[in-house]
């Protein structure tokens, strides 16, 4: 009964996070643009997102009369909770869950996320939101094969698969300056996992039609973009785990807004890429490298547990 009420503040708290992130996100854009962003509703706009909220799940529900209805309901639905049931695995102090193989956990419930933009763009029976779907998994299949390769280097040199080990490990140093550059493979293969700039090729707006949602509108568009955004602040947080450590304190949490910052940021700045571009860079540069990084730090664990 505790879990279940501890992880229904955590499920309240994300999303609020949520709600504040997609506020913050359009002030740094205004900023980075040279405007204000909202500042009409409550003071300099903080209550905005509770308004677009109400704006969103109050409008009426439309859906096409060909597509398949059960699949084209659930689809976000589903999308948004498992974007929500990752942070399960979060090792908070109030003894949540003790996941033993956690980034396992990790990877088998994010490699789950192919179906429901699969199945979005297809029971939408509509040709731009099924050809913004075929993009998007085949970008998410890409980038999935070389985050697991930069994880699996960390788990080979570390030994252990909780996220509490990785913490620990790195009480007196942190792995981002040892492992600078796949610091910076685990980066660019995040922001293509998450579908935002300069990998946004999902939502595609000008190229298609705003891609597989092009069909959703009220409640179920808002469960798309809350998951979306949960999944931004989740991949923060596994992100500092991994590279920065630290236990769960304030200072944690700073780091964690640092990397949500970049990832707006880098929206900001950045055009979008070539889909061509993308996918070699997925396949001809980051999987081999990944690899070799992976091979080597298998050698260099064997050589030491040799001599030692």
Excluded at 255 to 267: D, H, T, Y
Aim: aromatic share 22%.
């Amino acid at each position: 009964m505790i879990l279940i009420i501890y992880y229904i503040l955590l499920l309240i708290c994300v999303l609020i996070s949520v709600a504040f992130l997609t506020l913050l996100e359009r002030k740094v854009l205004g900023y980075i643009q040279v405007r204000k962003g909202p500042n009409k509703v409550g003071f300099s706009g903080i209550l905005q997102p509770f308004s677009d909220a109400i704006k969103l799940f109050s409008k009426e529900q439309t859906w096409s009369y060909v597509s398949n209805y059960l699949l084209y309901f659930f689809s976000p639905v589903f999308m948004f909770f498992m974007s929500l049931f990752l942070w399960s695995m979060m090792p908070f102090s109030t003894g949540f869950f003790d996941f033993e193989f956690g980034f396992f956990f990790f990877l088998c419930v994010l490699s789950l996320g192919v179906y429901p933009l699969m199945i979005a763009g297809w029971s939408s029976n509509s040709k731009y939101a099924l050809l913004g779907g075929l993009r998007a998994v085949a970008q998410t299949i890409s980038y999935e094969v070389s985050l697991a390769l930069v994880l699996l280097s960390f788990i080979v040199m570390v030994g252990e698969y909780s996220l509490e080990d990785f913490i620990e490990y790195q009480c007196s140093y942190y792995f981002i300056f040892f492992f600078y550059l796949l610091s910076l493979v685990w980066v660019v293969s995040c922001m293509a996992e998450m579908n935002r700039t300069p990998f946004d090729f999902a939502e595609g707006e000008s190229e298609l039609v705003s891609g597989f949602n092009v069909e959703y509108s009220a409640g179920g568009f808002a469960l798309l973009f809350l998951g979306e955004y949960s999944m931004i602040i989740l991949m923060s947080t596994v992100m500092v785990i991994i590279f920065l450590g630290g236990s769960m304190s304030l200072f944690f949490f700073i780091k964690v807004g640092f990397f949500i910052f970049l990832i707006l940021w880098l929206r900001g700045t950045l055009p979008r890429y070539r889909y061509d571009k993308l996918m070699n860079l997925a396949w001809k540069s980051i999987l081999p490298y990944t690899l070799h990084c992976l091979f080597m730090y298998m050698g260099f664990k064997v050589i030491l547990e040799l001599t030692l």
